[in-house]
Structure formats: C-alpha cells, structure tokens
C-alpha cells in the first residue's frame, strides 16, 4: 500500500469510523483501524462487532494493499499534523507503516489485514432507498427511551418498522416507552422489521448529517441491517428477541387530561429538579386549574412552582422522574404538551396535538 | 463533634431483676429454653461469673452454671423500658440516635462545649435514666461514634468513660482487635493470622502492609477507626435498613419442598411489614442455620426494588439452593430478609421476569401492563 492524500481528507474518513473503534475489547485487532486502498479509493474501516463503520474517500494511489492501524493512535496523529499532504506507505516486510507529513514522519506497527475480521457487505440487489430527513427526525422522537442497560439486550435496541409509506420507531427502557409513527411521501421497496442498537442509530445520525443525502441506502439482512451510501457505511447487528408489543402497553383510557404548554413545563421541571437528585421523584400535583411541581431532598431542601393548567378529571398527584418526565415533554413537537393520567400507580401518557407521537412513563410511587 | 454512647447494663436482665428483685443475687440468664435449643439473650453480673455469655446456648449456660435461674424474654416489657429510657435521654440531648433496644449515640456537642462539660452531661444522663427507671447505664464519651462505642464498655456497668480529642489513638491502641466495630470473623481470623492482636497495631500499618492483610474499602474503614477516625454522624430517626423474618424448627428440616414453603411463607410476613412501611427493597438474603448453629447467608441485589412476596419468596429458594449446594445439610432455622430498602418505587411498564422469558423466544406473546393496584393491596 501506498498512498498520497491530504490531511483533512485522512481525517474526515478516520474520523467518520473512529467511533465504531472498539475500545475495550479483549480482542487487540479490534482497536485498530483497517486501511485499504484501492483504484483512487481509500477506505478505512472499523468495527467492534456491533457496529461497524466504512469509509472511503478519493486518494492518490501507487500501490494497493491494506493494513490494520491501532486506531486511537492514528487518530491522534492527523489531529496534530500540519495542514497539507499525508503520504502512507505499508512496508509488508516489516509490518510497519510509514507517515509522512512535512518533514515529520511516523512508524507505526500494524496488525496484519488478513486476520481483521470480514465486514458484512451489502448484495447488490438488497439495497433500497429511505428518505433520510423523515428517518432521522422519527428516530430523534424515540431515541432517548432506550434502555442503556446490556443485561436486557431487547431494550438498548430501537424498534424499525417500515410498512409501505409508513414508518415507526419505538424504543422502550421498561419505565418509559415511546412510540412514534411517521407516514412517507412514497412507500419503501421493502418491508422492515428490525430492532437496531440505538447506539448504532446514534452513530449514523451523526454520520448523516454530515453527508446531508436525500435519502439512505438500506439493506435488511438476517443479522445485519446496513445504511448508507457511496462515501460511508455502516452496519448495525440486529438485536434477536421480542420487543414489548407498544400496542399493549397503551392504556385504554384515561380519567384525566391536562394541557401545559410545552416549553413553560419543561423549564418548570428543570428548575424544580435540581432538588431531585437521580432516581427520585418530582411530585405533580394537579388541582384546580393548577399544577404543581415539587422535589424535596432530605436535609438538603425541597423546591417548588406552580403554572395553570387546563385540567379536566379529579386532583391528582402522582410521582415521576424528572429525567424521564423532561424527556418525554422534550420529544414533543407541538406547542402544547398533553399529559393523559388514571391514577398515581398508573402510566401517564404525553403526547403532542396529533396523535402520531407517545410517551408512556411509569410513576414513582409515591411514599406515603 | 462530642458524641456519646450509651449502653444499658445487662439490660433484659436488669429488667427481669427489677420485675423480681429476688433474682438480683442470683445467676440469671434470660434466653431460650436450657433443655431445647434457646440462646443466651442476655445474662445477670452473677451468672457471667460463671462464664454464660450472650450468644451461648442456653444448654452450655445450663452446663457451666446448673443452678442459675432460666427467664423466656419479655420484649414488649423491655420495649416499654426502652421508650422510657430514650425519652429521658432526649430531655437532655435532644438529639439521639437508637441502634438497638438497649443502645445508642447521643450528640453531646449540642449542649456541652467542651469534655469537661460532656462528662457532666454524661453523668446527668445516668442520673436521670436510674431516677426514671432504676436501671443502670454506661457511657462512652469521645470526638466520633467508633472511640464512644468502644469507651462505652470499658466500665461497665455503671462507668463513664470520656476519651478527650488527640487520645484517641493511645485509648485505643492496646485494646484487642476483636472490640474494634467492624471487625468481624472473616477480619479478625486475618488480622490475627498476621499477628495483629491490638487496635493500636492495625493503626500503625502503613499502606503496603493493610493491602496484604485487608483488601480495599474495608480495610482503610478499619484502620481509620483504629486511629479513631470516624466520620459517621449522628444518624437521623432511625428508620427500618432491613426487614427479616426468621424461624426455628421444632425438629431440623431436611425436606426441600418444606423449607421452600417455610420460604415463602416467611417473604409473606416480609411484605407485610414491606406495605406498611410503604417500602420496598432490592436486596433479598436466605439466612441458614444448620444443625450445628453454623449459620450462612446469601444475598442478591436486584436491579429494582421489590414489595412482592412471590418475587422474594423466588429469590430466596433460590438463595436456599446455592447455601445447601455449597453445604448439604438438615437445618434448625432458615429465614428471609429484604434490605436496601427505599421509599419510592419506580414502577415498571414492563414486567421484567416476562421479559426474560420472551426475549430471543419469538413465540411468546406480548408483554402487558403492570398495574400496581390489579397486582396487590396498594392504595393511592
């Protein structure tokens, strides 16, 4: 391999599959990143077996070949070089690989490309286009539900349904659960029915809005599903088991309703909760066209506000997590937030004007 | 900080002695039944002559002393003194915290500025506690809970104490390890095991030589306290941290599907305090005793609380299982205890045993809505 090519471009492609670098795997190759160059091309790629990220940017070559760079270390390096050329050479004999930039030069050990492990890839005739905008603002909506807890695998992923023109994204922690359903201008070529790390989501997101495409190329595999387009790939493992059926979950009918403005409720619950340290429960009391919020700390102090409320149904007060609370009031889109209750032991159901968008939340119960 | 401990002399017997004072010049152990399996609770001055100690069988109390007289406890005539012996205590520190029927800590620093001054207190609280109640107290004045509990005991019955800021470490040093708080079997067997008899040899060793003997948290805790470091503040209103329930067969029990009912039985009484507490915990331990009053636990934290018997009654028969896997055995008392108890509950969505069972099982059907208010007897 060897390779002539500019610094910002170096760094755009490590920088686009740095994060799928594994950072605490047992399996040393895993930490670094695959360089592979080819006609013009320059693809790096990495992975930590959940996901993997590809890149390929234009590059001068002379020789083709590939090698497997530790990852941290090469990133490091393009972040403190001069701005302008970068030349690569692999010297398969040594197993080094030689940066030039300027007059600094670099020699860094590599792990062999034979032994790093094979990226799934997408058939040909698999890929079919979603329109990206409606793809990631759907996924924004329910993200943040999602579990971070590795010993129920099912709910770190999101829920991705595509039928026809109708997308759905639901993600759930098992106190909250949220849903939301976004109707396409056109139907998709193929059905989806995928529950993906959100964490992989997240990453495309970020891979995205860089790219700023009208639309993602999918391909659904048993194992994998994959996003892309020509400069970037990435890859998702699909998570195996049964998400909660949201459907389910929904209540059938609430005693109370009430609408709060949605930007006056989340300062309010902002301000109140920095007297609710984590896990513990913000009170809502909804009485007489009023609610109000409170938290208390023992021995440190408790804080309290008030804001009007249209409110239908008897008074109430019911305990919540303020994180998960502001959350929930945040994935509202519409100015007015609704806040659907049945009892303090009961979910309470947010959702904006329309009914495209959910939010169940668990309360805390409330000591007594 | 002039913190006190207080802790009542011989205190179930004391009580028995004042409800017959015939008793007084007698050997007088108040336990179990000497010709069943009872233990020592507490026993008179008079009997520990004869070597009866708290915690001993009440047959071995029986061996050492064949004339001392056997009293069954009466816990609610000695709740009763207790009530009255606190609320004494508080008229003059306002501020106690109780860690058991016949002990606790006062905060003297809120009405005493100095050891002088807190020795008076001290003394005017013993005065007070034998005017209310005719019985005797002992305390253990010093700068934190560690030196107060300890000096507590050094002239019992009836002593005061007081170990002044800058002794801490001297008081403590040539005292044996085993009276150190915190110091259990496990610590105690390698403290010893590296020749460490006296407080004042755990405080002296340096980093090096406590990471050999005591490994990590535990270790600094105690060699802090050895120094007489203790952070600990007065605790508020104590409140329950565990909530156990316990049994003591007639006849040792071999039978699996017995103790599995005992189990389960024992987490319903567990619940019932649960509910009215209003608190659930995340920490559910099996307590054994085999038929040779060696005792076992084992724990498991949950990653949420729990208040439901079927759920602590499951844990622990499975707790049962690991303890008689790592030793076989008939047993003399089985019992179920919940800790880490909270107040509040987040309330699950989703019920996480039928999302074990349906992850990676496609067939399993949907999952559905946990009500609190279908599932038990919770009001709102």
Same mark, same amino acid.
């Given at each position: 391999?060897?390779?002539?090519?500019?610094?910002?471009?170096?760094?755009?492609?490590?920088?686009?599959?740095?994060?799928?670098?594994?950072?605490?795997?047992?399996?040393?190759?895993?930490?670094?990143?695959?360089?592979?160059?080819?006609?013009?091309?320059?693809?790096?790629?990495?992975?930590?077996?959940?996901?993997?990220?590809?890149?390929?940017?234009?590059?001068?070559?002379?020789?083709?070949?590939?090698?497997?760079?530790?990852?941290?270390?090469?990133?490091?390096?393009?972040?403190?070089?001069?701005?302008?050329?970068?030349?690569?050479?692999?010297?398969?004999?040594?197993?080094?690989?030689?940066?030039?930039?300027?007059?600094?030069?670099?020699?860094?050990?590599?792990?062999?490309?034979?032994?790093?492990?094979?990226?799934?890839?997408?058939?040909?005739?698999?890929?079919?286009?979603?329109?990206?905008?409606?793809?990631?603002?759907?996924?924004?909506?329910?993200?943040?539900?999602?579990?971070?807890?590795?010993?129920?695998?099912?709910?770190?992923?999101?829920?991705?349904?595509?039928?026809?023109?109708?997308?759905?994204?639901?993600?759930?922690?098992?106190?909250?659960?949220?849903?939301?359903?976004?109707?396409?201008?056109?139907?998709?070529?193929?059905?989806?029915?995928?529950?993906?790390?959100?964490?992989?989501?997240?990453?495309?997101?970020?891979?995205?809005?860089?790219?700023? %495409? *009208?639309? =993602?190329? !999918? #391909?659904?595999?048993?194992?994998?599903?994959?996003? $892309?387009? /020509?400069?970037?790939? @990435?890859?998702?493992?699909?998570?195996?088991?049964?998400?909660?059926?949201?459907?389910?979950?929904?209540?059938?009918?609430?005693?109370?309703?009430?609408?709060?403005?949605?930007?006056?409720?989340?300062?309010?619950?902002?301000?109140?909760?920095?007297?609710?340290?984590?896990?513990?429960?913000?009170?809502?009391?909804?009485?007489?066209?009023?609610?109000?919020?409170?938290?208390?700390?023992?021995?440190?102090?408790?804080? %309290? *506000?008030? =804001?009007? !409320? #249209?409110?239908?149904?008897?008074?109430?007060?019911? $305990?919540? /997590?303020?994180?998960? @609370?502001?959350?929930?009031?945040?994935?509202?889109?519409?100015?007015?937030?609704?806040?659907?209750?049945?009892?303090?032991?009961?979910?309470?159901?947010?959702?904006?004007?329309?009914?495209?968008?959910?939010?169940?939340?668990?309360?805390?119960?409330?000591?007594? | 900080?002039?913190?006190?401990?207080?802790?009542?002399?011989?205190?179930?017997?004391?009580?028995?002695?004042?409800?017959?004072?015939?008793?007084?010049?007698?050997?007088?152990?108040?336990?179990?039944?000497?010709?069943?399996?009872?233990?020592?609770?507490?026993?008179?001055?008079?009997?520990?002559?004869?070597?009866?100690?708290?915690?001993?069988?009440?047959?071995?109390?029986?061996?050492?002393?064949?004339?001392?007289?056997?009293?069954?406890?009466?816990?609610?005539?000695?709740?009763?003194?207790?009530?009255?012996?606190?609320?004494?205590?508080?008229?003059?520190?306002?501020?106690?915290?109780?860690?058991?029927?016949?002990?606790?800590?006062?905060?003297?620093?809120?009405?005493?500025?100095?050891?002088?001054?807190?020795?008076?207190?001290?003394?005017?609280?013993?005065?007070?506690?034998?005017?209310?109640?005719?019985?005797?107290?002992?305390?253990?004045?010093?700068?934190?809970?560690?030196?107060?509990?300890?000096?507590?005991?050094?002239?019992?019955?009836?002593?005061?104490?007081?170990?002044?800021?800058?002794?801490?470490?001297?008081?403590?040093?040539?005292?044996?390890?085993?009276?150190?708080?915190?110091?259990?079997?496990?610590?105690?067997?390698?403290?010893?095991?590296?020749?460490?008899?006296?407080?004042?040899?755990?405080?002296?060793?340096?980093?090096?030589?406590?990471?050999?003997?005591?490994?990590?948290?535990?270790?600094?805790?105690?060699?802090?306290?050895?120094?007489?470091?203790?952070?600990?503040?007065?605790?508020?209103?104590?409140?329950?941290?565990?909530?156990?329930?316990?049994?003591?067969?007639?006849?040792?029990?071999?039978?699996?599907?017995?103790?599995?009912?005992?189990?389960?039985?024992?987490?319903?009484?567990?619940?019932?305090?649960?509910?009215?507490?209003?608190?659930?915990?995340?920490?559910?331990?099996?307590?054994?005793?085999?038929?040779?009053?060696?005792?076992?636990?084992?724990?498991?934290?949950?990653?949420?609380?729990?208040?439901?018997?079927?759920?602590?009654?499951?844990?622990?028969?499975?707790?049962?299982?690991?303890?008689?896997?790592?030793?076989?055995?008939?047993?003399?008392?089985?019992?179920?205890?919940?800790?880490?108890?909270?107040?509040?509950?987040?309330?699950?969505?989703?019920?996480?045993?039928?999302?074990?069972?349906?992850?990676?099982?496609?067939?399993?059907?949907?999952?559905?809505?946990?009500?609190?208010?279908?599932?038990?007897?919770?009001?709102?």
């Amino acid at each position: 391999m060897n390779i002539k090519t500019s610094r910002d471009v170096l760094a755009e492609a490590l920088q686009a599959v740095g994060r799928a670098v594994s950072a605490r795997s047992t399996v040393q190759i895993l930490s670094g990143i695959l360089l592979r160059a080819e006609e013009q091309i320059l693809e790096a790629a990495a992975t930590d077996m959940e996901v993997s990220i590809r890149a390929r940017v234009t590059a001068e070559v002379t020789e083709t070949g590939a090698a497997v760079v530790p990852g941290r270390l090469l990133l490091d390096i393009t972040r403190v070089l001069p701005a302008g050329e970068v030349a690569l050479a692999y010297d398969a004999n040594e197993g080094l690989l030689n940066l030039r930039s300027g007059s600094s030069s670099y020699r860094l050990n590599t792990y062999a490309a034979a032994d790093y492990p094979r990226l799934p890839e997408p058939a040909p005739g698999e890929l079919f286009a979603v329109p990206q905008e409606p793809f990631f603002a759907t996924l924004a909506r329910v993200s943040r539900a999602a579990s971070r807890d590795e010993s129920r695998p099912v709910l770190t992923g999101i829920l991705v349904r595509l039928s026809g023109d109708r997308l759905t994204m639901a993600a759930t922690d098992s106190y909250r659960l949220s849903v939301k359903e976004t109707p396409l201008a056109a139907a998709c070529d193929r059905d989806v029915d995928a529950i993906i790390p959100a964490r992989a989501l997240g990453e495309l997101v970020r891979a995205g809005q860089a790219s700023r %495409e *009208e639309h =993602l190329q !999918v #391909a659904v595999q048993d194992n994998q599903v994959m996003f $892309g387009s /020509n400069a970037a790939w @990435l890859s998702a493992r699909r998570i195996d088991g049964q998400f909660p059926n949201y459907e389910q979950l929904k209540p059938d009918g609430f005693e109370g309703e009430a609408r709060i403005g949605r930007d006056e409720l989340a300062d309010a619950v902002r301000r109140v909760a920095v007297l609710a340290p984590r896990n513990t429960a913000m009170r809502l009391r909804f009485a007489d066209s009023k609610l109000t919020i409170r938290a208390q700390t023992q021995d440190v102090g408790e804080a %309290e *506000e008030s =804001l009007p !409320v #249209a409110f239908s149904g008897e008074s109430i007060e019911i $305990g919540f /997590n303020p994180q998960f @609370l502001l959350e929930g009031v945040e994935s509202v889109d519409s100015e007015e937030v609704r806040i659907r209750l049945i009892n303090p032991l009961r979910p309470g159901l947010l959702a904006g004007e329309r009914d495209d968008f959910w939010y169940l939340i668990m309360p805390i119960r409330l000591a007594s | 900080m002039i913190i006190a401990h207080l802790d009542l002399d011989a205190f179930f017997a004391a009580v028995e002695e004042l409800e017959d004072p015939r008793l007084r010049t007698k050997p007088l152990v108040v336990g179990g039944d000497p010709k069943g399996r009872g233990v020592v609770a507490t026993a008179n001055y008079v009997a520990r002559r004869y070597g009866i100690r708290s915690a001993m069988s009440c047959a071995e109390a029986l061996r050492r002393c064949p004339h001392a007289f056997f009293v069954r406890p009466s816990r609610n005539r000695y709740s009763a003194y207790s009530r009255t012996v606190w609320d004494c205590v508080r008229e003059i520190t306002p501020t106690v915290e109780r860690t058991g029927i016949d002990e606790g800590y006062l905060d003297v620093g809120e009405v005493a500025s100095d050891f002088g001054e807190a020795r008076a207190v001290a003394e005017a609280v013993q005065i007070s506690v034998r005017a209310a109640t005719s019985l005797s107290c002992s305390l253990g004045v010093a700068s934190c809970k560690v030196v107060a509990k300890i000096a507590s005991d050094r002239r019992k019955p009836g002593g005061i104490t007081v170990v002044r800021t800058g002794q801490e470490r001297s008081f403590l040093a040539p005292l044996d390890i085993r009276l150190l708080p915190g110091v259990g079997p496990h610590s105690e067997r390698r403290l010893s095991a590296a020749g460490i008899e006296t407080i004042g040899a755990l405080a002296e060793l340096d980093d090096r030589e406590l990471s050999t003997v005591l490994r990590g948290k535990v270790g600094r805790l105690l060699r802090h306290r050895a120094q007489g470091i203790d952070p600990r503040a007065l605790a508020g209103p104590a409140e329950a941290i565990s909530i156990s329930h316990e049994e003591t067969f007639p006849r040792d029990v071999e039978s699996r599907t017995q103790l599995y009912a005992e189990l389960n039985a024992m987490a319903g009484r567990v619940v019932e305090r649960l509910d009215v507490l209003g608190q659930a915990g995340r920490t559910i331990t099996t307590k054994v005793r085999y038929g040779d009053f060696s005792i076992r636990s084992r724990s498991r934290t949950l990653a949420e609380p729990t208040d439901q018997a079927e759920r602590i009654g499951e844990v622990a028969c499975q707790l049962l299982d690991r303890a008689l896997q790592d030793r076989p055995g008939a047993l003399r008392l089985v019992g179920v205890g919940v800790s880490n108890l909270v107040n509040e509950r987040q309330l699950p969505l989703v019920d996480s045993s039928e999302l074990q069972e349906s992850s990676g099982a496609a067939a399993h059907a949907a999952l559905t809505v946990r009500s609190e208010q279908e599932d038990g007897p919770h009001g709102t």
